[in-house]
């Protein structure tokens, strides 16, 4: 049983009777009485990073990732309370001054305000982020419209790599080795893109657990099947320099998650409007492919030829 199974089987029948939750299949909680707006993750060393060497790293990680959601649904995130779990040889004097000082760095960056929190002793280090804004509408999953264009921000697959230098499963020079490793612990969100996203998306998604995975959540509950084109899934320079130096394939590099940049769908109509804000934003937006009628199976292509989904499932979390 995944997450998901685990979630739609013990939990979303008891939330009913609350209209906010979104029968817990979205990222956030949201009140549009109040405008209230929250999200809530967990990080575990050994999952969500592959250990506390770089507490200040780390920090920023958790952070960026944890408002990444409130960013992907068009809200600005302003406040954040924080709960850490460790012992005396992760939260050693000098750790907890990094710590501190992460986020005081993330919350000048982002203009956050640290607002509670609660700390535990315990044998593995763990963190859990509750983010909150405020605002009258939300981008929601499970709204895209047929034959709506699909598209991402940024650039995909650089933290995948940043997590292999790091387990030390890809040997590469010093230059590009602190490039992907700052990719992997620093996410180049989109930041200013919560501003305008209600402008043109129909539905929207932080990519965390991979673009396929979290393509299939944000559909999850409509008649709607999608096709997305890997020659179009933007990535860096570097990563480009890195996949024909080394005569790697793309498609491995791309679906894997940790990007934490926006997915969206957007009617046709909208096209020039995002070019537009792409413009005036500096922000890379790319349109990746389209969505379908539910009949159609959901497809990825390369080269205009299909390929087998179920080697790209992205990640998720298990329990049997």
């Known amino acids: 049983m995944d997450e998901f199974e685990l979630i739609k089987n013990y939990f979303q029948k008891i939330s009913n009777n609350n209209p906010y939750a979104k029968k817990l ?37 958790i952070i960026r990732s944890s408002i990444s959601d409130l960013i ?20 050693t004097k000098k750790n907890l001054k990094m710590i501190s000082k992460s986020l005081y760095n993330e919350q000048k960056k982002y203009n956050l ?33 047929i034959k709506d264009d699909i598209y991402v921000t940024g650039n995909i697959g650089d933290s995948f790599i940043g997590l292999q230098v790091i387990k030390k499963k890809i040997n590469i020079n010093s230059k590009f080795k602190k490039y992907f490793i700052n990719q992997f612990y620093c996410p180049d969100l989109p930041y200013n893109i919560y501003k305008t996203i209600h402008k043109f998306a129909s539905t929207s998604i932080d990519i965390s657990d991979g673009l396929l995975s979290d393509m299939i959540k944000l559909i999850n509950m409509q008649k709607l099947s999608f096709e997305i084109d890997v020659n179009k899934i933007p990535i860096s320079k570097n990563l480009d320099i890195y996949l024909t130096k080394n005569n790697k394939k793309k498609i491995h590099y791309l679906l894997n998650g940790d990007d934490y940049q926006i997915l969206f769908t957007a009617p046709k109509k909208n096209r020039s409007l995002i070019r537009s804000i792409e413009k005036k934003m500096n922000q890379k937006i790319t349109r990746i492919g389209k969505i379908n009628y539910g009949h159609k199976k959901n497809l990825i292509k390369q080269d205009n030829k299909p390929l087998n989904l179920s080697k790209f499932k992205g990640y998720s979390h298990k329990f049997w």
């Open 113 to 145: 305000k640290l607002s509670g929190g609660d700390t535990t002793n315990s044998n593995k280090i763990s963190f859990s982020i509750t983010s909150i804004g405020f605002s009258n509408n939300i981008v929601e999953r499970n709204k895209a419209k």
């Open 25 to 61: 299949n979205d990222d956030v909680f949201f009140d549009k009485k109040n405008k209230l707006v929250v999200s809530v993750d967990t990080y575990n060393e050994g999952i969500h990073f592959p250990n506390f060497r770089y507490p200040y790293l780390v920090v920023k990680k």
């Open 72 to 91: 992907a649904k068009g809200v600005k995130p302003e406040y954040y309370f924080i709960s850490g779990s460790g012992n005396k040889n992760q939260f």
